[in-house]
């Protein structure tokens, strides 16, 4: 099955991400997608995330297809303009890459290369469009394209935004554009996502709830006080400062789990994300702890 | 409206004057004397610290306007002092110094950087309020422009790093799209945040721009 046909299968649908490496020395990344590509249903692959300069996305997706897994391109605005956006559409779509999620960009300035233009040519709404326009076979100049492209098209949303009402517009916007499914920043508080998940239901599409591995209280608190978007509810951070030291990756796999499978058991949402952020090797430990122990198709 | 400009390093000032050892300093009364950055005080500072570093400095002015015409009389009344220098250095902005390229035949050399143009929000606070792209979009946008209010210069809504209303760049900067939202929900017009904006055209005037305004006021665009 592709991924669009298991997102409108009504199973619960989990993908993970992976990191290209900083340089050409592919083992680890391999062995990340060796280790998950059945374990999941596809697999992001990050484009220069937190805007650090490394091995392309497109490569790693082209990885993930060698090794006989699905892949989602993760694309940003901010490296590409439109031309060359629409050319590394093209080429994945040649090399079996279908699925695309489409990303503004973290800004230039949080990344390594703090002197490069950020071009953001195209914002994450316009991106779908343009997508949308290949699928027509018309480039954005309105020329015509050879060939048929069809991509399975994604976008993010942050439910914890604040304020949320001018994210939702920016959700509208994306659904509009043709979005069809959305992995979500991270959530934490399942009663807030609940509430989210009761204003995204009134549109058709698909949602995968964003799973952040937390590793200790520290991180907890580090991220419910500095990233944008996100909140962890104090008796999470408690949790994790509750156990001994040593422990925290542990209880973090434990929470990640129990999240998942509140997440599967209600039905809240159509699936989830997981970002295990620098330890993809425990993500089988948390599909594990969340009762998903079953190969994917 | 004013054009913003920083004094660049006096190192790099230095570098850029390596060939000469005579230098006559023009500041401006305008845009630069306002930023403090190349008014009377700042032109005697920079005169100074010349003059400590070994150079002759054969005069100086501070032109009222140094980006008009009248500059070619205001250099004229100092052509001695001119003459006798090998390097102009300039602590007008970057209009000023090529206005100057006009008129004189020797090397002028900026003292400072040109960063933005800017209004001033609140006395000494100037932002950059327009990034001239050609396409103004400020009447879906609650005249907030987000071509230069959003880092990103996004045009559909905030991106993912918008927190509290603020930036992910800087949390002490406003996130354009939470501005744009809360006077458009003042003025009652929400339903502009829906509007779907198109990608800009970058070469709505391709570079560089040149506009020729000929004597009967005919515009024409080269």
Redesign the interface.
Known sequence: MTFKQILDSGNFVVTAEIAPPKGTDLEQMNHHIDLLKDKVDALNVTDHQSSVMRFPSLGGCLAIKEQGGEPILQMTC?DRN?IALQADLLFAYTRGIKNILC?????I??GDHKQAR?I???????LL?AIDSLEESKD?AGNDLTGKVTFCKGA?V?PE???W???S??F??KV??GAEFFQT?AVYDLANFARFMDYARRFPVKILAGIVLLTSAKMAKYMTDNV??IFVPQDLIDELSGVPKGSGLQKGIEIAGRMIAALKQDSICDGVHVMAINREEVVPDILEAAGLNGQVD | MKTITRQKPYEEILQQLEFCNRVFIVGCGTCATVLQTGGIEQVLELKEKLQESGFLVTGWTVIPTACDEMTAASAGEHEAAIQGANGILTLACALGAQRLNFYLDKPVLPGLDTLFIGLEEQPGCFMEACDQCGQCILGYTAGICPVTACHKGLLNGPCGGTNKGKCEVDSDRDCAFTLIYNRLKEQDRLDLMKHYHPPRNAQVSPRPRVKILDQKGIEQWV
């Open positions: 901010r439109q990303l503004t960009g973290d800004a300035t949080v950020g953001f040519e195209l914002d994450s709404v316009q469009r954005l993010i942050t935004a604040e304020p009402e001018p994210q517009y920016k509208e916007k509009d554009a920043q944008p978007g």
